[in-house]
């Protein structure tokens, strides 16, 4: 029986998570050309939906359902849909970018261009756990000339710095960039969160809560590779924090890719020490990425997947927290509050 209602949750103001999110009765939406709707079973909740949720940031919609990534099941295609089928596993991405009806629902309606297949023997928390922080550091690690497309071998031979190792976004930089071949050299602010770091796979872990900077620049040159004149690309986290240690760790011709603004809107980056080098500053965001970039970044993280490249929980360094879609409010807190991991709805 084709399903009429669905459970989902709206907020329809700028404001505090248990101010204005609640939970209602919607009807099921129908796909529209070159649409699937996916029947969802796990959301993830990321650090842009709060910060829409809060700054006002979702478009002119006068209701919103947030949530950008999640993982489920096809269960209807819209017309000229040829790409997928009813009951074909996939994960989301960019599910709620200029569009009201994201993930924190039992339903959402996708363009097919967005979906990645989740294959089979992918857990749904694994699926829901890639999207944004999976696709962010695909693009951070090929955002130079050094790898165009991340696979077995295509980056080897490359050392790679992951800033924030024990981050959705970090954890996903050192697993992809592991199975790509290259040596891993992961920043964290803790014996916990070092654990983590490496549980991912970082080949060397540097806390930078443990002496100055030039101490932390001086611990990650202690362990690159040997013969090497720095790392190839930074994936950085906090370019306000860190745009020095990665001035004078980047190799001649290397990359620093940043794509998040913590600690700060403005960066003071040493012009001379990137010049010097020939080193490459690129910023990077996935609501304005080139939808080609995008769809090779699909394409490479379901490739992971299904090599197991990419894994999720405790022993892969990212542990989850699972709320209920009642309880999208403490979802939304505990991202807010740098929950350590990954947390999912179950819907």
Do not use: C
């Not at 842009?48 to 979702?58: E, L, P």
């Not at 892969?316 to 991991?341: I, S």
């Amino acid at each position: 029986m084709e399903p009429t209602s669905m459970r989902a949750v709206v907020y329809r103001e700028t404001g505090a998570a248990f101010e204005v999110l609640e939970v209602v009765d919607r009807p099921v939406p129908v796909p529209g050309p070159g649409e699937v709707r996916v029947r969802l079973e796990r959301a993830g909740v990321n650090p842009t939906d709060w910060k829409f949720r809060a700054n006002g940031m979702h478009g002119d919609f006068d209701e919103v359902t947030p949530g950008q990534d999640g993982a489920g099941t096809v269960d209807a295609v819209g017309p000229g849909v040829d790409t997928l089928a009813v009951g074909d596993r996939v994960w989301t991405v960019l599910a709620q970018h200029e569009r009201a009806l994201g993930t924190a629902a039992q339903y959402t309606v996708q363009p097919v261009e967005t979906l990645g297949r989740l294959p089979e023997g992918a857990s749904f928390d694994l699926g829901a756990s890639l999207g944004v922080p999976a696709v962010t550091a695909h693009r951070a690690l090929t955002a130079g000339d050094l790898a165009t497309r991340v696979a077995p071998g295509s980056m080897e031979g490359l050392a790679v710095l992951v800033a924030g190792g024990a981050g959705a976004v970090g954890n996903a930089a050192i697993q992809l960039a592991r199975w790509a071949g290259a040596t891993v050299v992961a920043t964290v602010s803790s014996e916990e969160k070092a654990a983590l770091a490496t549980a991912a796979g970082a080949h060397h872990v540097v806390d930078y809560t443990a002496g100055s900077a030039d101490d932390t620049a001086a611990a990650i040159e202690a362990v690159a590779p040997d013969g090497a004149d720095g790392v190839d690309i930074v994936v950085e986290v906090s370019l306000a924090d860190n745009a020095a240690i990665d001035a004078r760790v980047v190799r001649n011709g290397g990359v620093i890719a940043y794509y998040a603004d913590k600690q700060g809107e403005s960066a003071p980056v040493p012009v001379r020490a990137t010049f010097a080098k020939n080193a490459r500053l690129q910023g990077l965001i996935l609501y304005t990425l080139r939808r080609d970039l995008l769809r090779a970044a699909i394409d490479d993280v379901t490739a992971a997947v299904e090599a197991g490249a990419l894994r999720v929980g405790e022993d892969a360094g990212l542990p989850l927290h699972h709320y209920p879609l009642e309880q999208t409010a403490e979802a939304h807190a505990a991202v807010e509050g740098g929950a350590v991991g990954k947390v999912l709805l179950e819907l």
